[in-house]
Structure formats: C-alpha cells, structure tokens
C-alpha cells in the first residue's frame, strides 16, 4: 500500500474534526448549562426508582422530552413545556426516548402525582384504562394473605384485583413510582437556555 | 521502445492520477454552500427564539399607556358596564356608589383584595363577588384605574402609586373582604350601614366530606390526590375550587355515565354515590383558592383576549364571556368559571370538544364553538383566561402548594 502515513493521518485527521464537531463541542455547550432553577436532584429512592425505570424498558415506549407548539400538540396535551437542555441535569444517562407509544413522562409527576392510581395502573393498567396496550407490571407485586406493618396496600379498581388476599407493592413498584412522581420540570424556562428554536419564524 | 515496468512480482498496483470530474466538485461546493446556507438559517432561528423570549419575559405592558380609561375597559367594564351602571340585581353600579366616595384606601382595597360577601350599594343588596386584582396589575395599574373610577362616579382626590404600595403592605396575608361591613368596620366607618356578613364558608364542611376529598374511599382515589390540597389543579387537571357546586355534581355523573370521557374520573364518578357527588360538588364550590395558573402554551394573549371579550365571528366563534359570564367568571349551574383555569386543561377541553371526545355539553353547543378555533386560538384563549384573577376571590392569599406557582 502506498502512502500509509499520509491516509492514516488524513483518516485521524477526519476522526478527530467529526469528535470535535460532534462531541466535544455540543459538550461543551451543554456543561456550560446549569440545572434548570427550581430542578430536584434525585433522592436515593427516586435513583432506585430510575434503575427499574431503565430495566423494565420503559423508555422504549415512553419519551420524556415534550416539544415546542410549532412541532406538536404537546402543550395542549398536558405534556408540559418544551422541554430544555438543562431539564436533565440531573440526568444521567438522559432518557429522552425515540418512541411514543405511551404518552410523553417529562411532567407526569406534575399531572398525575397520585402514588395510588400509579401503582394501581402499574399492577394492571386496564383497571384504569380499558383500552390501555401498555403491559402489566404486575410481578412488581405480591398477594399476601394479610398486609404487615409497613406493606403499601393497593386497591385495584373495576374489579380487576386479585379475587384472594391482599395486594402489596413490592420494594421496585414504590421506588418506581416515587421516580415517577419526581419526573416535574413545570418550573419557568429561563429565557436564554439551550434550546431547539429549528422553526422559529420572526411574524410577530 | 524497452518496457519500463517492473516485473509482476514486485508490481504494485495503482490508480492513474485522474483529477475529480468537474460535475463532482460542482455538487461538492453546492452541498458546502448548502450547508453554510443552513447553519446560517439555523443561527438566524435561535436568535429570534432567543429574542422574542427576552421579549416575553418582560412584564406585560398589555395596559400600559392606555391609561385608568383602557384598565377599566378591559378589567372592569364587563362587569360593571362601560358607563358604571353595573347590572340590576347582579353586579354593583359604580356611579353614585357610596364605596367610591368613602376614604382612598377603600377603593384601593377592593381592587387588591376582592369581596366575597353580601354588599349594600344604595338601595340594593348584592351577593358581592369581586375578584382580587393584585397579582395582576401593578401599582401605577390600581392607582390609574382607582383614580379613573373616582374621578367618574366619587370624590376627586388623586391616589399615587406610592399609595397603592403602601395599602398593598397593609394587610399582606388577608384575603378577600367579607362583604360590605368588614370594609365599613376595618377601613372606614363612615360607610352607610351595610348587611351582616356570610358566615365563613370553611366552618360548615362535614368531616366526612373532607375525608373523601383528602383520602378517597372504596374505588375512589382522594379528589386532592391529583387535584391539589386545596383544588387548585396543575398542568391539565383542572382547578375546581369555586366551580358551581352543581356543574361539578353533574360533570361526575357525565363521566360515570360515559358522556364524558376520561379514564380516571370514570373509576372515580362511578365509585361515588349520586349523594357523595352533591357533596363533592359543594365542597370545592366553596372553596377560596388562589390562582396558580399561568401562561404556558405560547398563546397569542391579545388573540386571546379578543376571542374571550367579543369572539371571532367570521369564523363563527362567539365570545367566551357571552355565556361564561363577564371575565369568564362562571354562571351557576350550568357554565363553570375559566378565569384562572390551567392553561393545558382549557386547550385539551377544547380539542375533546373538537374531536367529539367530550359530548356532555348541551345542544353540542361548545362541539360547534371548538370546531371553528384553530390549534393556535384554543392556545391563544387558554393563556389569556389563565391570566385572569380568579372568582370568588381568594380568602388567604398563602401560597399554595405546588412548585410551578407563578406571581
């Protein structure tokens, strides 16, 4: 082969511009960002809750990053502000998501901050929605002939519930829901964050 | 002629230097010119989202400069008449009011803090639901409208804005006066003699209530578990505190009965009795709740404003106010308050409006009104309805929970 230095340093040379541009750079951009003002840290429970979160697959049915009104409905669904780059600070890896075939979790703990209809529609989500595709999580849970102190009971609606005994939430079910109901970046955006302006048109 | 070249065992193979064909290159400088085209256009993109931000960001001077006159236009005179003549039986009349003539501090105090009780101007009696306007307009805002409304149908003494802040700091935690003679007691006694108060609507809520409310029961999960301790809503869950009692009851038996659809309320409306669902209803009637609404759907609030104020019938979109009452404050049984309602809530209705999801209005009226608003009006309304101070007003002006609690 002729020339091998040439080539290597050309094709080191093409690694490293596609590193700087793609990587270092947007990086760079992003560290620079502090978490959004009012933005939790997580707690030890809602980092547990996260994990489950990530080995149940959740993500691949569910983003966490609602978009600006000129892309989609989000607002108007309820789904919550477009989201930052400094709304996931805390993040770590993200877990934006590709996939909606469950709605956006940006803000549900902001929409839907009820422990009980969250672990009620984790053990079986047609209890509360019939229509509902979303799997049933309910080997998060466990039937007890009777709750011992400390046991989170979960009632199940319709009649959807086990015929015997009582149903009580394991350990992972708690920890989930509480990351869950974590999951809130309602707070106001700062007018100058990181952000995707791709559409932004000057009419007004 | 010798063969120059080696023999096949040391041959190395190789290419003839051609140089690039020239349709090549030219693509190659377009895509580059392409790009930079882009980057350019990309750039020019976050600048204008960056500046209209800072723009937005900016208090809204919406008011401003229209002077006492446009404050009243636009606040007060959907209500109390362009011309002060209020509404028989309903809203007070401002001209000859003896509230306008009594001491400064009693307008401005009305106008921070609201009424929510019974009121006596001139001959008439009124049931006094007045909304507090301090968290939206400002100091020079109340001084120029208080002075404009003086000046009409009172005395002529000129209030400052260094006034209004000083009745603002007066009482900062009280809510809204409780009729005419707490004012007449706290502020000026030289008031004419005004009727006895309401008793306090907290005292009356039977325990039961509250338990259900706070802690649901049976298939029922608690009302505040998602609507809030105090039904003040978040994102779309709708505020309930100060919705009429019977718009409340009846939209539970919607939802039991599927006429309205939503997955959680049906579980919940059809866990509770018809009688729980009277009680329910009264209780978050009488509840006195701040506002914790703001914009946040990048709504056109002018837009909005038009369309709630007098509709777009070109498009056949009558006004909000025509049928919600003035400033959207509500009818009793029927149309339920939009003042300071979330603003994810009011454009999600509408869109189930629109798709026919949400059937339980009567003679499909608001199906027609939702088909004739597009994406950015139902945007546009909802921001500006949730910019609107609540009604009745507040009776603590504590903050209430919830960490996106805007003003």
């Known amino acids: 082969m002729n020339r091998i230095l040439p080539l290597s340093i050309l094709a080191l040379a093409i690694l490293a511009l596609a590193t700087l541009m793609l990587v270092v750079v947007p990086g760079m951009q992003i560290n620079a960002q502090p978490a959004t003002p009012g933005l939790q840290p997580y707690t030890a429970i809602q980092l547990r809750g996260r994990q489950t979160y990530v080995s149940m697959g959740c993500v691949y049915c569910h983003s966490q990053q609602p978009r600006s009104t000129d892309q989609g409905p989000d607002g108007e669904r309820g789904w919550g502000r477009p989201a930052i780059a400094s709304d996931y600070a805390y993040d770590s890896p993200h877990l934006l998501g590709t996939m909606r075939t469950g709605p956006d979790l940006s803000n549900i703990g902001a929409r839907l901050p009820n422990q009980a209809w969250h672990l009620a529609h984790l053990y079986q989500p047609r209890s509360v929605s019939a229509w509902s595709i979303m799997p049933a999580y309910s080997f998060l849970f466990e039937v007890k002939e009777r709750a011992a102190p400390g046991d989170v009971v979960v ?3 319709n009649g959807r519930g086990p015929k015997h005994g009582v149903l009580v939430a394991k350990p992972e079910a708690i920890d989930l829901v509480a990351y869950l109901q ?4 309602t707070m106001v955006a700062p007018a100058h964050a990181e952000r995707d302006d791709g559409y932004a048109k000057s009419e007004r | 002629m010798t063969d120059l070249r080696p023999s096949d065992d040391e041959f190395e193979p190789y290419e003839e230097d051609r140089g690039i064909p020239l349709p090549v290159s030219w693509i190659a400088i377009a895509l580059a010119l392409w790009g930079i085209v882009m980057l350019y256009h990309n750039n020019r993109s976050v600048m204008i989202g960056r500046s209209e931000r800072s723009e937005a960001a900016k208090p809204q001077s919406r008011d401003v400069g229209a002077g006492g006159a446009g404050i009243f236009l636009a606040r007060c005179a959907t209500c109390h008449q362009p011309n002060g003549s209020g ?9 000859s009011s003896p509230f306008l003539k009594a001491k400064p501090e009693v307008v401005v105090q009305i106008l921070l803090h609201g009424i929510d009780g019974p009121i006596r101007v ?3 009696v009124f049931d006094g639901h007045m909304p507090s306007f301090a968290s939206v307009l400002s100091d020079d805002d109340l001084a120029q409208v208080a002075n404009h409304v003086r000046k009409g149908w009172g005395a002529s003494q000129t209030i400052s804005a260094a006034f209004v802040a000083g009745q603002r700091a007066r009482f900062p935690d009280r809510g809204a006066w409780n009729g005419g003679s707490e004012i007449a007691a706290t502020l000026d006694p030289t008031l004419p003699p005004q009727p006895a108060p309401r008793p306090d609507a907290g005292t009356g809520i039977d325990p039961a209530v509250a338990g259900l409310v706070q802690h649901g029961s049976g298939d029922a999960w608690a009302c505040a578990s998602c609507h ?3 039904g003040q809503g978040r994102a779309n869950v709708p505020r ?18 599927g006429s309205r659809r939503d997955d959680t309320m049906t579980v919940v409306a059809r866990a509770l009795s018809q009688n729980q669902r009277e009680t329910v209803g009264n209780y978050y009637a009488g509840l006195r709740t701040p506002s914790t609404a703001r914009p946040s759907l990048d709504g056109d609030l002018e837009r909005g404003e038009i369309l709630a104020l007098q509709g777009d019938w070109k498009h056949g979109v009558p006004a909000c106010f025509s049928c919600h009452g003035p400033s959207g404050f509500g009818v009793a049984p029927g149309f339920p308050a939009l003042a300071a309602q979330h603003p994810a809530y009011t454009a999600d209705q509408l869109a189930a409006w629109r798709g026919k999801v949400h059937r339980a209005s009567p003679n499909d009226v ?13 945007r546009a309304v909802a921001d500006f309805l949730a910019t609107l101070p609540p009604v009745p007003a507040a009776h603590r002006q504590e903050p209430v929970h919830g960490r996106s609690v805007a003003r």
Do not use: H
Request: proline fraction near 8%; charge should be negative.
């Open chain 2, 87 to 95: 509404v028989a039986g309903a809203v007070p009349p401002l001209a």
């Open chain 1, 182 to 185: 974590s999951l809130d970046r």
């Open chain 2, 240 to 257: 309930l505190a100060g919705l009429p009692a019977a718009y409340i009851s009846a939209q539970l038996a919607a939802f039991a009965s």
């Open chain 2, 228 to 230: 809030g301790s105090q």
């Open chain 1, 155 to 157: 009632r199940i609606p």
């Open chain 2, 366 to 378: 608001m199906n027609m009104v939702a088909n004739s608003l597009s994406d950015s009006d139902r």
């Open chain 2, 122 to 124: 001139g001959d008439d």
